[in-house]
Structures are given as structure tokens and as C-alpha cells.
């Protein structure tokens, strides 16, 4: 059915409910006259998306809305649920009836979820969406009445409200109006950076599943285990040149735990959307290009949650109209093919519906069971890394227990104030297993995101396997969170620099000015039985800014609300190490810092800079564009930040000025691709090895051109696990729990051997990987090999690092080390 005659036929239906003597109000919603102009004339913004849901529900009785929350621009993210009136009416017990589904207990409603447009400059999803959702409000076809009568639909037209908006408001900006123009090069067509794909924080949502960094993400989640949905339709667009996708993707990029079941029902589906688009000749194209094997996306984490996830990817105008290969692409053409895949699946999944509801209850039976044997977990003395864990496995459904009694297994203590239990057994076992796993061993080593996500990396958590508490040593409750009493003879307090909480609360005591001071070496207090490493922090009770009887009652307040613990002492004698007056004891300066954006940067590795100091330190960061670097000061700030990027089209003329920015004591932190603009503007002494020098490392000795798809593969690293060796000592290893840290690698960079001391701070063992895929060839070429080190430049320091260590945010394990680089680091270098 094409576009048109969607229309056509929802006049039919208008006239149809009118000859019934049905309510006009009822069923009068029109989508052109609420948007003032035909769907597809323009793009629509996330307000639009909202205000007709909201009429259609108030319009018609088979529809309601779900609100899952606000994006982090405060945009309303709303999901109409349509079923029959009669299921409307009952639907509080319809999600009683979902919830018991992970129980075990087999549920006969059919629950279809589609969802579209989570990159939003991806916008044909979000207009078919509007379209679907009116059509199935008022259609009285048969197999449409019959399906919501036996089925709920959910239908998310809008994924990512900011990205929408962003693309939504550029392309109406630039469009042609009188005659569209379809050069690719027209302005229309080519957004500036960061472009609608990404949120607020330019985060690619659709990474995002598993991780949950993001409000959209936690509503879309809850929405799906509240609804526990046996189909998932997810829908995208990709390139102008391309015709249409849907799945099954390439069969041996699967990843091994999704059931063969699942996609046997995915290839029976794929049955339907090929009838569909034959019908209207539209080319398409399956089982190429598209794996099934990260379960951070929309199409594969409903995967491990009992449904089938099918991708749906449309060629994009990204505006009005585009040249393609395919003769052009309008945007109305993609709406209208969305439209008719998005029939297409509710009718397949309807045929199937009850193959689809087996295969779910099937999911879950016998797995309704919480078993002893599990998982121990510590995070290593970090209480607040232990509650965001907490919170993660909560909003995944996952089954867990905190430890209420201190346990020694092998030479791994686990105490009760830092770790957690989850049984292998339970609901979501599969779930569970997907977050920890480690693989290194694959079919196919071509992936389209990353080959490896583990949880235990990502946290840098100790865990031990196959344990088995007693009942009486776990408990559903939060250790308590306590505070040693504050008495009058107190001289200092002592913070301990590995709490995930002691950054935030630094940035708050600079705030209100307040003198902090940290260690460079370790020291044992008199009339202490514990050790303090270097890194630690003292807050005198002797401040300018603030009375003794004002700052103990202040600091108390601050570190509940941060959840720091604090250590008084009521001497600066020290046991042994450093006395507390000892110089040894740097005074931290505010940091205040610029974060270099725009033009050649990568926008999600601006985004998690972005998003770590404004939302978990609390710092705050200013934003500049690459093109004003060179006309604005720089003599206010403490710290230049360079993401990931290409930053070639910067002059030598910034790289003197970055130069003087750190001779005079400023500190620049850059990862990745920015290392070699450094290095060629002589601000980095260090040889950055590029992927160039890697990819010698290859033998193509004997190898045929079918070959040629597979050495890409093999040199390509699209995210491994790889372990760093950290120099302890080494100031930007203060705080770390262990010598040994996992990191994410998705980048073939790497630092030469340097024969200046005390620069490296890190370095890959010679057996470095973690978890993922790594060729052979670049395990070698990487181990024993510089990862992590710091220059001296003047009074400054340029801090170099070839992985991200805030990889999309989830990478707790290494977000201490690139806060050192904001707070300690300058301190202990200038000494």
C-alpha cells in the first residue's frame, strides 16, 4: 500500500465511522490539518510529534499515551499505546498480566513495539510514525481491527527529541521552498557539526541500550520491560546512496547468545517486508552490511529480553530531496517506505503472533527462579560506583543482593561496604551474561560497533564466579552510609581520592573557597590504624574563608550529600610517611577548564568530556570551536581538552600559542587522533605511531582479491578490551585500586619508546587483551608499548592518551585517571 493511498483510505475510514453513527470527536484527528500542510512538506519538530499524539489520543478511544520521561533538554518523550477500546479499558491489568511474563507464566496478548528515529537527523521514522499511529486510530480494515483486538501496538515516533529538533529546525532553515534542490552539496543536506544524529550531550542513543547514560535511554527501557514487547521494530536511515535494509543481518555476526530460534523468526518476518516492498518496487537488500551482535542497540537488546529485534534502515534525503544512485530520494518516498515496512511488520508479527508469543514464554519458563550460585562483586573500596552498578542492574531487571558480612575468596576481599551478588539464576540470566562476558574467539571478526562490552572492565570491578552466599549475608538494603563524628580536637579531615564522590566534592569546596591540599606520597596517621595512599586529600580545619565551628557542620553536610567519607585527625604527626604540613601535601588549584569543539572534532567523544565534568564532577567546562581557538584568550583558562579528531586544518601559529598556554603553566589533555597534531606542532616530544606503521605488520603475501573484505576486518579495531599497566607511583595513577586497568580501544594509535623519564604512566602488557577482537598481529605490535604519559612543558603539561578513557561514559574504571589530569597532576607536576 503506498503513501497515498494510506490517506486515501483513512478518508474511508472517516466516512466509514460516520455512516456508524459514531462520535465525529472520535475518530476526527487529520494529521495535514493539525500540522497546517501535507506530512513530509516539512519536517517535523519533537512539539509537533507530541501535540498530535496527544489529540490523537484525546480523539479516539483506542488510544492512549505512555510518558516515559524528558530528555535532557527537557522534551516530553511520549509513546502512543493503541489497542482496541475494549483492551483500553482494561489495560492496567494488560501490564499486570506483562508483568508476569519474566516469571515464567505464559501471557497470550501480543505486544508490538515500533520505534523510529532515535538518531534524529534520521527523520523519515518520525513522520511514518505520525501517519501508522493515525491509520491504525482510525482504520476499519479487518486484519487491522483484528490485530488490536488481539494485540497491544507501541508506537515511539521520536527516540531522540533534542537530535530532532537540531535537524528538523536546519533542514527547514535551508530548504529550497519553491523548488527543492537535490545536490548533495546544497547546504540543506550537510548539517553543521555536531549534526541531529546525537542528544543534547552528543551522545549516539542508539549505543546507549545497555549502558543507560542517558534519560532517553532509561525511558526507553523501562518502557520495554514494563511492556515486555514480543516484536521490536527499530528504524533507521543510512546513507542517500543505499536503497532499504531490513534484518536478518550477515548470519555469522550474530552474536552467539541470541537464540537460533530468534532468528529463524526473524528470517520468516523478513518474508513479509520483502512482499511489501515487491509490491512497490522499491530495491532492498538483507543479510549484508548490518550484524546482530552488540546488544547496546535497538534492534539487538530486545534480543536478550524474550523479543525479536529487527533493524530497519531507509536510503535518506537528509532534507527534501537528494541526488542518489537510486535516481534520488525524496523524503516523502522514505516516509512512505517506512510506512509500508512498518504495515508490513504489524501484519507479519500478527500472522506469527502466536510463534512470537511461544518464543517468549519459551524465553523465560524455568528461568522465573533466583538460584544461590552467581556472581560476587567488588568495587573496590568505591561505595558510589557499587550504587551507579546498582542502579544499571535495577533498570535492567536484573536480580542482585548487597553483601552484609565481610567474605575472603582466594587472595579478594570482599566487604560488605563495596560489593553485591547476583545469582546466575534468574529472569535474566541471558542479560547477565551478555553484560560480563568476555570473548575473544570469533566467526566473523567484521563488527559494526564494538566486539566487547564487558561490565567488569567497564567498572574495572573484582568478581569472583560460581560463589554461593549464605542467605543470611546478603540483604536487599544499601549498606548504610556512615560518618566518623566530628569532635573538637579535630585538626584536618582526610578525604580518600579513590570515592568516585571526592571529585564533585572538590570541585565544590573550590566553588566556595576553600583551601585543599593532596598528598604525593602515602603516610599513615599517628593514632591510625589505616593507611592513607598518595592522592589523598586534607582540608584543614584553619581556613580563611570559613570559621572552624562553620566548616565542620558544612563539610559534614557536603560529604553526605556527595557521599565521601571523611577521616579527622587530630594530629599532623604521621605514624608513618609524610607529615601532614609536609610539602608533600600540594595545594590543588581550581580548574577551569576549555573543551575544544566543533569543526574536526569527534562529537561523541566531545560529548562524554562534556557530559563528565558538567553532570559527574559537577565542573563545569567551556565549550569553544576550533575555528575561534585562535581568536580568544586563554590566559583564563587552566586546562585545554582535545577530544578525538582530525585538527589538521589548524595552523603552526595556534600551536605557538598553545605552546605559550602550557609554558606558563596551563595543561593540555588530548586523546587519540589529537596526539598527532601535537606531535607535528611540536607541543607533544613523543612519536605518535599511526595506523599506517600497524597496518605493516600484516603479511598480504599470497592473498587473493575475495580476501580483501577480510584483511579490512582483521586491521580494523572497532572497540577491544585491552589491559594498561599504570606506574602506581606515577601521579596519574592516584586513586586507583590496581596497578592493572581494562580500557576500550577503537583506535590503531599508539606512542613510540621514549627515552625521557618519568613521562609514561601507562603502557599495554604484552599480552594485552581483555576481551573482544584483536588481530594476533596487533596484540604484538601493542604490548610492552606506551599508552598514557605526561610532558612537561614549562611550568605546564601536556597529557597524551591513546585511548578514551570516558568511553560513552560507562567507562568507570578510567574516568579517575582523567580527572587526575584535571586536579592532581598540575600540583604534584610543579613541585
Same mark, same amino acid.
Given at each position: 500500500?503506498?503513501?497515498?493511498?494510506?490517506?486515501?483510505?483513512?478518508?474511508?475510514?472517516?466516512? %466509514?465511522?460516520?455512516?456508524?453513527?459514531?462520535?465525529?470527536?472520535?475518530?476526527?484527528?487529520?494529521?495535514?490539518?493539525?500540522?497546517? %500542510?501535507?506530512?513530509?512538506?516539512?519536517?517535523?519538530?519533537?512539539?509537533?510529534?507530541?501535540?498530535?499524539?496527544?489529540?490523537?489520543?484525546?480523539?479516539?478511544?483506542?488510544? +492512549?499515551?505512555?510518558?516515559?520521561?524528558?530528555?535532557?533538554?527537557?522534551?516530553?518523550?511520549? *509513546?502512543?499505546?493503541?489497542?482496541?477500546?475494549?483492551?483500553?479499558?482494561?489495560?492496567?491489568?494488560?501490564?499486570?498480566?506483562?508483568?508476569?511474563? /519474566?516469571?515464567?507464566?505464559?501471557?497470550?496478548?501480543?505486544?508490538?513495539?515500533?520505534?523510529?528515529?532515535?538518531?534524529?537527523?534520521?527523520?523519515?521514522?518520525?513522520? =511514518?510514525?505520525?501517519?501508522?499511529?493515525?491509520?491504525?486510530?482510525?482504520?476499519?480494515?479487518?486484519?487491522?481491527?483484528?490485530?488490536?483486538?488481539?494485540?497491544?501496538?507501541?508506537?515511539?515516533?521520536?527516540?531522540?527529541?533534542?537530535?530532532?529538533?537540531?535537524?528538523?529546525?536546519?533542514?527547514?532553515?535551508?530548504?529550497?521552498?519553491?523548488?527543492?534542490?537535490?545536490?548533495?552539496?546544497?547546504?540543506?543536506?550537510?548539517?553543521?557539526?555536531?549534526?541531529?544524529?546525537?542528544?543534547?550531550?552528543?551522545?549516539?542513543?542508539?549505543?546507549?541500550?545497555?549502558?543507560?547514560?542517558?534519560?532517553?535511554?532509561?525511558?526507553?527501557?523501562?518502557?520495554?520491560?514494563?511492556?515486555?514487547?514480543?516484536?521490536?521494530?527499530?528504524?533507521?536511515?543510512?546513507?542517500?546512496?543505499?536503497? $532499504?535494509?531490513?534484518?536478518?543481518?550477515?548470519?555469522?555476526?550474530?552474536?552467539?547468545?541470541?537464540?537460533?530460534?530468534?532468528?529463524?523468526?526473524?528470517?520468516?518476518?523478513?518474508?513479509?517486508?520483502?512482499?511489501?516492498?515487491?509490491?512497490?518496487?522499491?530495491?532492498?537488500?538483507?543479510?549484508?552490511?548490518?550484524?546482530?551482535?552488540?546488544?547496546?542497540?535497538?534492534?539487538?537488546?530486545?534480543?536478550?529480553?524474550?523479543?525479536?529485534?529487527?533493524?530497519?534502515?531507509?536510503? +535518506?534525503?537528509?532534507?527534501?530531496?537528494?541526488?542518489?544512485?537510486?535516481?534520488?530520494?525524496?523524503?516523502?518516498?522514505?516516509?512512505?517506505?517506512?510506512?509500508?515496512?512498518?504495515?508490513?511488520?504489524?501484519?507479519?508479527?500478527?500472522?506469527?503472533?502466536?510463534?512470537?508469543?511461544?518464543? &517468549?514464554?519459551?524465553?523465560?519458563?524455568?528461568?522465573?527462579?533466583?538460584?544461590?550460585?552467581?556472581?560476587?562483586?567488588?568495587?573496590?573500596?568505591?561505595?558510589?560506583?557499587?550504587?551507579?552498578?546498582?542502579?544499571?542492574?535495577?533498570?535492567?531487571?536484573?536480580?542482585?543482593?548487597?553483601?552484609?558480612?565481610?567474605?575472603?575468596?582466594?587472595?579478594?576481599?570482599?566487604?560488605?561496604?563495596?560489593?553485591?551478588?547476583?545469582?546466575?539464576?534468574?529472569?535474566?540470566?541471558?542479560?547477565?551474561?551478555?553484560?560480563?562476558?568476555?570473548?575473544?574467539?570469533?566467526?566473523?571478526?567484521?563488527?559494526?560497533?564494538?566486539?566487547?562490552?564487558?561490565?567488569?572492565?567497564?567498572?574495572?570491578?573484582?568478581?569472583?564466579?560460581?560463589?554461593?552466599?549464605?542467605?543470611?549475608?546478603?540483604?536487599?538494603?544499601?549498606?548504610?552510609?556512615?560518618?566518623?563524628?566530628?569532635?573538637?580536637?579535630?585538626?584536618?579531615?582526610?578525604?580518600?581520592?579513590?570515592?568516585?564522590?571526592?571529585?564533585?566534592?572538590?570541585?565544590?569546596?573550590?566553588?566556595?573557597?576553600?583551601?585543599?591540599? =593532596?598528598?604525593?606520597?602515602?603516610?599513615?596517621?599517628?593514632?591510625?590504624?589505616?593507611?592513607?595512599?598518595?592522592?589523598?586529600?586534607?582540608?584543614?580545619?584553619?581556613?580563611?574563608?570559613?570559621?572552624?565551628?562553620?566548616?565542620?557542620? $558544612?563539610?559534614?553536610?557536603?560529604?553526605?550529600?556527595?557521599?565521601?567519607?571523611?577521616?579527622?585527625?587530630?594530629?599532623?604527626?604521621?605514624?608513618?610517611?609524610?607529615?601532614?604540613?609536609?610539602?608533600?601535601?600540594?595545594?590543588?588549584?581550581?580548574?577551569?577548564?576549555?573543551?575544544?569543539?566543533?569543526?574536526?572534532?569527534?562529537?561523541?567523544?566531545?560529548?562524554?568530556?562534556?557530559?563528565?565534568?558538567?553532570?559527574?564532577?559537577?565542573?563545569?567546562?567551556?565549550?569553544?570551536?576550533?575555528?575561534?581557538?585562535?581568536?580568544?584568550?586563554?590566559?583564563?583558562?587552566?586546562?585545554?581538552?582535545?577530544?578525538?579528531?582530525?585538527?589538521?586544518?589548524?595552523?603552526?601559529?595556534?600551536?605557538?600559542?598553545?605552546?605559550?598556554?602550557?609554558?606558563?603553566?596551563?595543561?593540555?589533555?588530548?586523546?587519540?587522533?589529537?596526539?598527532?597534531?601535537?606531535?607535528?606542532?611540536?607541543?607533544?616530544?613523543? *612519536?605518535?605511531?599511526?595506523?599506517?606503521?600497524? /597496518?605493516?605488520?600484516? +603479511?598480504? =603475501?599470497?592473498?587473493?582479491?575475495?580476501? /580483501?573484505?577480510?584483511?579490512?576486518?582483521?586491521?580494523?579495531?572497532?572497540?577491544?578490551?585491552?589491559?594498561?599497566?599504570?606506574?602506581?607511583?606515577?601521579?596519574?595513577?592516584?586513586?586507583?585500586?590496581?596497578?592493572?586497568?581494562?580500557?576500550?580501544?577503537?583506535?590503531?594509535?599508539?606512542?613510540?619508546?621514549?627515552?625521557?623519564?618519568?613521562?609514561?604512566? !601507562?603502557?599495554?602488557?604484552?599480552?594485552?587483551?581483555?576481551?573482544?577482537?584483536?588481530?594476533?598481529?596487533? &596484540?604484538?605490535?601493542?604490548?610492552?608499548?606506551?599508552?598514557?604519559? !605526561?610532558?612537561?612543558?614549562?611550568?605546564?603539561?601536556?597529557?597524551?592518551?591513546?585511548?578514551?578513557?570516558?568511553?560513552?561514559?560507562?567507562?568507570?574504571?578510567?574516568?579517575?585517571?582523567?580527572?587526575?589530569?584535571?586536579?592532581?597532576?598540575?600540583?604534584?607536576?610543579?613541585?
Amino acid at each position: 500500500m503506498s503513501f497515498l493511498s494510506i490517506f486515501a483510505s483513512l478518508g474511508r475510514a472517516l466516512c %466509514y465511522c460516520m455512516c456508524l453513527s459514531l462520535p465525529l470527536t472520535a475518530y476526527a484527528t487529520s494529521l495535514e490539518a493539525y500540522l497546517g %500542510y501535507p506530512l513530509g512538506e516539512w519536517h517535523v519538530r519533537h512539539d509537533q510529534v507530541n501535540g498530535f499524539l496527544e489529540k490523537l489520543a484525546a480523539d479516539n478511544p483506542r488510544v +492512549s499515551l505512555e510518558d516515559t520521561g524528558y530528555s535532557h533538554e527537557r522534551r516530553r518523550q511520549l *509513546t502512543a499505546v493503541i489497542t482496541s477500546p475494549a483492551n483500553q479499558d482494561r489495560l492496567n491489568g494488560i501490564v499486570a498480566d506483562r508483568a508476569l511474563v /519474566k516469571q515464567g507464566k505464559a501471557q497470550p496478548m501480543l505486544v508490538i513495539w515500533l520505534a523510529y528515529s532515535i538518531h534524529g537527523d534520521e527523520a523519515s521514522g518520525a513522520h =511514518a510514525a505520525l501517519a501508522l499511529a493515525q491509520h491504525l486510530a482510525l482504520s476499519q480494515e479487518s486484519w487491522i481491527t483484528d490485530l488490536l483486538s488481539q494485540s497491544v501496538v507501541l508506537i515511539t515516533p521520536s527516540q531522540n527529541p533534542d537530535g530532532l529538533d537540531r535537524f528538523a529546525n536546519w533542514s527547514n532553515s535551508y530548504r529550497g521552498i519553491a523548488v527543492p534542490v537535490a545536490d548533495e552539496n546544497h547546504k540543506e543536506h550537510n548539517q553543521n557539526w555536531p549534526a541531529g544524529r546525537y542528544n543534547h550531550f552528543l551522545a549516539d542513543l542508539n549505543r546507549d541500550w545497555l549502558f543507560l547514560r542517558h534519560p532517553e535511554s532509561r525511558g526507553r527501557v523501562a518502557l520495554l520491560h514494563k511492556w515486555q514487547p514480543q516484536y521490536v521494530g527499530d528504524f533507521h536511515e543510512m546513507g542517500h546512496n543505499q536503497s $532499504y535494509f531490513f534484518q536478518p543481518g550477515v548470519p555469522e555476526r550474530t552474536h552467539p547468545l541470541t537464540e537460533q530460534r530468534n532468528q529463524q523468526l526473524t528470517e520468516k518476518l523478513a518474508h513479509f517486508y520483502r512482499q511489501a516492498l515487491d509490491a512497490k518496487q522499491q530495491a532492498y537488500f538483507s543479510r549484508q552490511g548490518f550484524d546482530d551482535f552488540f546488544y547496546g542497540k535497538g534492534s539487538t537488546y530486545p534480543d536478550i529480553n524474550g523479543a525479536v529485534g529487527v533493524l530497519f534502515e531507509q536510503a +535518506s534525503a537528509r532534507g527534501q530531496v537528494q541526488d542518489s544512485q537510486y535516481g534520488g530520494i525524496s523524503l516523502a518516498e522514505a516516509i512512505d517506505n517506512q510506512l509500508t515496512t512498518s504495515l508490513a511488520a504489524l501484519k507479519g508479527a500478527h500472522q506469527l503472533r502466536q510463534e512470537l508469543i511461544s518464543f &517468549q514464554n519459551d524465553f523465560y519458563a524455568g528461568k522465573g527462579k533466583t538460584g544461590k550460585q552467581g556472581r560476587l562483586i567488588s568495587t573496590r573500596g568505591d561505595r558510589q560506583r557499587l550504587l551507579v552498578l546498582a542502579d544499571l542492574l535495577n533498570r535492567h531487571g536484573v536480580v542482585y543482593r548487597y553483601l552484609t558480612q565481610d567474605m575472603k575468596e582466594g587472595k579478594q576481599i570482599f566487604t560488605a561496604a563495596d560489593s553485591l551478588f547476583i545469582p546466575n539464576e534468574q529472569p535474566q540470566s541471558v542479560l547477565v551474561e551478555a553484560l560480563f562476558e568476555r570473548r575473544t574467539r570469533f566467526e566473523d571478526p567484521t563488527f559494526y560497533d564494538v566486539s566487547a562490552w564487558d561490565l567488569g572492565s567497564a567498572f574495572n570491578l573484582a568478581i569472583a564466579e560460581n560463589i554461593r552466599p549464605a542467605a543470611n549475608q546478603l540483604s536487599t538494603d544499601a549498606p548504610a552510609f556512615g560518618q566518623p563524628a566530628l569532635t573538637e580536637d579535630t585538626v584536618a579531615l582526610l578525604i580518600d581520592w579513590q570515592q568516585s564522590g571526592a571529585a564533585p566534592l572538590l570541585a565544590q569546596l573550590h566553588r566556595d573557597g576553600i583551601a585543599v591540599r =593532596a598528598s604525593v606520597k602515602p603516610f599513615t596517621p599517628v593514632a591510625s590504624a589505616r593507611a592513607f595512599a598518595a592522592g589523598t586529600l586534607m582540608i584543614s580545619t584553619a581556613q580563611k574563608q570559613m570559621t572552624r565551628d562553620a566548616l565542620l557542620p $558544612y563539610l559534614t553536610d557536603l560529604a553526605r550529600q556527595y557521599e565521601v567519607r571523611l577521616f579527622p585527625v587530630v594530629s599532623f604527626a604521621s605514624a608513618t610517611g609524610i607529615d601532614l604540613g609536609s610539602g608533600d601535601f600540594v595545594p590543588l588549584k581550581p580548574v577551569n577548564a576549555l573543551l575544544v569543539s566543533g569543526r574536526g572534532t569527534d562529537a561523541t567523544e566531545v560529548g562524554e568530556i562534556w557530559r563528565y565534568l558538567d553532570l559527574e564532577l559537577k565542573q563545569g567546562v567551556t565549550l569553544v570551536d576550533s575555528d575561534r581557538l585562535a581568536r580568544i584568550s586563554l590566559n583564563r583558562y587552566s586546562h585545554i581538552l582535545l577530544a578525538d579528531g582530525n585538527y589538521d586544518h589548524l595552523d603552526d601559529a595556534l600551536g605557538r600559542k598553545l605552546g605559550e598556554f602550557a609554558e606558563q603553566g596551563g595543561v593540555i589533555v588530548a586523546q587519540k587522533r589529537a596526539l598527532i597534531w601535537l606531535n607535528k606542532r611540536n607541543l607533544l616530544r613523543n *612519536t605518535v605511531l599511526e595506523d599506517g606503521f600497524y /597496518k605493516q605488520q600484516f +603479511s598480504t =603475501a599470497g592473498l587473493g582479491f575475495d580476501d /580483501k573484505e577480510a584483511l579490512r576486518a582483521r586491521q580494523a579495531i572497532g572497540g577491544a578490551i585491552l589491559n594498561w599497566q599504570l606506574d602506581p607511583a606515577h601521579p596519574l595513577a592516584f586513586g586507583m585500586p590496581s596497578a592493572t586497568v581494562p580500557v576500550m580501544k577503537n583506535e590503531v594509535l599508539g606512542l613510540s619508546d621514549t627515552s625521557e623519564p618519568f613521562v609514561i604512566a !601507562a603502557r599495554y602488557p604484552q599480552n594485552p587483551l581483555v576481551s573482544g577482537y584483536l588481530s594476533d598481529e596487533y &596484540q604484538r605490535a601493542f604490548g610492552l608499548s606506551n599508552a598514557l604519559l !605526561a610532558e612537561p612543558k614549562g611550568k605546564g603539561v601536556v597529557v597524551g592518551t591513546t585511548d578514551n578513557l570516558l568511553f560513552r561514559n560507562i567507562w568507570l574504571g578510567t574516568e579517575k585517571i582523567y580527572t587526575n589530569a584535571l586536579y592532581l597532576l598540575p600540583a604534584a607536576m610543579s613541585r
